[in-house]
């Protein structure tokens, strides 16, 4: 038997071993659990839940939650909870997204009323929590209506977001030539979550660049790449790939675009 054969089993041995041996501890202290002793079944489950195990974590954080042998606390419950929800634990997301309603319902009482009375940014906000069902039902019209709000008062995200709702046809129809213009604007202005957009658009050739589309995605993601964007930076990858002898011709738009729209904080 040689070396490397002979690491290979004592290492799949070890893995045999030590996955019931992981198995055992969660079901010991479910066991604990039912029976209501508390302090044993955290001491089962806190090495599982820093080793990263799901279940552990989840029970963790219900335990927490309920106050169960423990002082409730929400906060840490949600840290459980998160580390679960990460890696698709149901009961983990289902437990976090219980949490986060509460959150944004109570979020709802103060935002509302400063929507309402003109706040752009609550009204960006509150256009998010309907496009994405927090504290409220998903409302895809009553989100457009919120950004539109936001946008018409010259708040960047607002536009974006606007831009966003014509890009994908939300709560109003699909209009590739006005998403286009509002990611530009905003684009020009530094906003660099915009530059993203706008490079996807030239991407997925649905702008107005015709031919023109692959350098003018690789220089509006290059240069969101390099002000932080991490999805852009994957992309730019792939586009230079694609561009190969006109690579030259990207980087220098991307250098004139890069050197005209610094990055702004977006308001």
Not at 81 to 87: D, M, S, T
Request: glycine residues 8%.
């Amino acid at each position: 038997m040689n070396h490397f054969f002979r690491l290979l089993v004592g290492a799949t041995m070890v893995a045999m071993c030590a996955l019931p041996a992981h198995a055992a501890s969660f079901k010991q202290a479910k066991k604990h659990y039912a029976a209501a002793d508390y302090s044993a079944a955290i001491a089962e489950l806190q090495p599982l839940a820093k080793a990263g195990n799901a279940d552990a974590n989840n029970l963790l954080g219900e335990m927490y939650l309920q106050g169960a042998g423990v002082n409730s606390d929400i906060t840490l419950a949600k840290t459980f909870f998160e580390a679960g929800a990460r890696v698709g634990h149901l009961a983990a997301l289902a437990n976090l997204a219980d949490i986060l309603n509460r959150e944004y319902k109570v979020e709802l009482v103060t935002l509302e009323p400063l929507a309402e009375a003109g706040n752009a940014k609550a009204q960006n906000r509150l256009g998010r929590m309907y496009e994405f069902g927090q504290g409220h039902s998903i409302n895809p019209q009553a989100a457009y209506a919120w950004y539109k709000k936001a946008a018409d008062q010259g708040l960047m995200n607002g536009r974006m977001n606007l831009a966003r709702a014509h890009n994908f046809g939300l709560g109003t129809e699909q209009d590739f030539v006005k998403a286009e213009a509002g990611y530009l604007a905003n684009a020009k202005a530094g906003h660099v979550d915009s530059m993203f957009f706008l490079g996807t658009m030239h991407f997925a050739q649905v702008s107005q660049a015709g031919l023109d589309s692959d350098r003018q995605a690789y220089a509006w993601l290059k240069v969101a790449a390099q002000n932080g964007h991490a999805t852009a930076a994957a992309m730019v990858t792939r586009l230079a790939i694609k561009l190969g002898d006109n690579l030259s011709q990207g980087d220098a738009l991307y250098q004139d675009y890069a050197t005209r729209y610094t990055s702004a904080a977006a308001n």
